[in-house]
């Protein structure tokens, strides 16, 4: 029992959970923010679903429509998500100096002894 209440009250274990409820969470926002933009696609070009749509007899509405959301959902996805995340990574947690390596400390050493 020792084990089942160390693997529940682990860290990761609440962290993906939290990373799981929040990333349904936030596809709902993203597929609500991919169809009002499909409605403003759907507004210049007459309709928001090319489903029915087969230039010379080939139904090529319904992968336009995929490729199209697609798009909308990477781009809604870099600029709402991954974009924030890195300027506020950046800015509240900057890479450090690059400092002294145990290497270049080690060289040190090695020239001090051999200048004895």
Same mark, same amino acid.
């Given at each position: 029992m ?9 860290g =990761? ?7 799981f /409820?929040m990333g +349904? #969470?936030f596809?709902t926002v993203? *597929?609500?923010t ?14 928001? =679903? ?6 010379y007899? /080939?139904h090529? +509405? #319904?992968?336009?429509t995929a490729v *199209?959301s697609?798009v909308?959902m990477?781009?809604?996805?870099y600029?709402m998500?991954?974009k924030?995340?890195?300027h ?12 002294e390596?145990?290497?270049?400390i ?5 020239d001090r002894?051999?200048?004895?």
């Amino acid at each position: 029992m020792t084990g089942f209440k160390k693997f529940l009250l682990q860290g =990761d274990l609440i962290k993906l959970a939290v990373a799981f /409820i929040m990333g +349904g #969470a936030f596809a709902t926002v993203v *597929t609500a923010t991919v169809t009002v933009i499909m409605d403003l696609i759907g507004r210049i070009g007459g309709t928001p =679903d090319f489903s029915d749509w087969t230039p010379y007899g /080939i139904h090529l +509405g #319904a992968w336009f429509t995929a490729v *199209t959301s697609f798009v909308i959902m990477a781009a809604v996805v870099y600029f709402m998500i991954v974009k924030p995340y890195t300027h506020a990574k950046e800015r509240f947690f900057p890479e450090p100096e690059p400092g002294e390596t145990e290497i270049d400390i080690l060289k040190q050493i090695r020239d001090r002894l051999s200048e004895r």
